[in-house]
């Protein structure tokens, strides 16, 4: 693995060996900084940016992004006055990430964070936890963020639905292929998606259950504020790609699943659930 040469990136960024090979491959392919940009995937990003833009502090907050990925959210994040930086073991996703404006990134992995205590205001984690299978992992991440956001600072945690994958071969009519709907209906009933290099079209991969990310907050020492189903039911309609194309009809779809984000019945039929606590103040000493 190489390291970034951008001189925006962190210095002596470390070589990383804890990140499985497999999603370090699968995004070594730089599909993601696309993914959110266009198509139905601006769903994604438009709702998440939504959300976030309610429940973060005022700007110029201190936001850590961890697995941020090439910088497709700390880059809004920073253009609206945010001090931004960016954590990822994946150095293409450096290299972009260190071209924008106002972002510093550097390399890291969400069990062990390159980070004080206490020193930031938000800790952002919207990709780290749906690639840690064992729980054991997922409440370490969210450890780390404890530790590394400021007592009553924000933690938002992003993880896929159960039966997103489910959901979106449906859409796209694979489910109909044989090999695809046993993997898929497998992963429906324990959450552990399979590698790419086992004929799946994603990588290493945990799909929870709604209930699943409260409790490992709870674990973690957090306490949780909220829930919000990100992409709603609109992801799985025929013509969302059109409709975020026209202005208009746009807002109307994001006011709708705006309308619908937290209502309990309907979190799980989101591709993406995000999760939001926050670090508890200290309590007061005994004597």
Do not use: C
């Not at 938000?122 to 780290?128: A, N, T």
């Not at 896929?160 to 292929?177: G, M, P, S, T, V």
């Not at 799980?268 to 103040?281: I, K, N, Q, V």
């Amino acid at each position: 693995m190489t390291s970034p040469t951008s001189s925006s990136a962190s210095r002596d960024i470390p070589q990383l060996s804890t990140v499985r090979d497999d999603i370090l491959a699968y995004y070594a392919l730089g599909k993601e900084d696309a993914r959110l940009r266009q198509g139905s995937g601006r769903l994604e990003l438009w709702r998440t940016r939504d959300v976030l833009r309610r429940l973060l502090p005022a700007a110029p907050a201190r936001v850590l992004d961890v697995g941020g990925g090439s910088g497709v959210h700390a880059e809004w994040l920073a253009r609206d006055g945010y001090r931004v930086e960016l954590v990822d073991p994946v150095p293409l996703h450096l290299e972009q990430a260190a071209r924008l404006p106002g972002v510093t990134a550097r390399a890291g992995d969400a069990r062990a964070l390159p980070a004080e205590d206490a020193a930031y205001d938000v800790v952002l984690l919207l990709g780290p936890l749906y690639h840690l299978p064992e729980r054991a992992d997922r409440i370490r991440a969210l450890a780390e963020a404890r530790r590394a956001v400021r007592p009553g600072g924000l933690v938002v945690a992003a993880t896929i639905n159960r039966y997103a994958a489910l959901h979106d071969l449906l859409r796209e009519e694979r489910y109909f292929d044989p090999a695809h709907r046993a993997r898929t209906d497998s992963v429906s009933e324990h959450g552990r998606h399979p590698s790419q290099d086992e004929g799946s079209l994603f990588t290493t991969a945990y799909l929870a259950r709604p209930d699943e990310p409260p409790a490992e907050f709870a674990e973690a020492g957090l306490t949780v504020g909220g829930q919000y189903g990100i992409e709603g039911v609109a992801w799985l309609m025929g013509g969302v790609e059109e409709w975020l194309d026209d202005p208009e009809r746009r807002e109307a779809v994001l006011a709708a699943t705006r309308r619908i984000e937290s209502e309990p019945a309907l979190l799980g039929a989101s591709g993406h659930l995000m999760t939001a606590g926050r670090r508890p103040w200290p309590g007061p000493v005994s004597p």
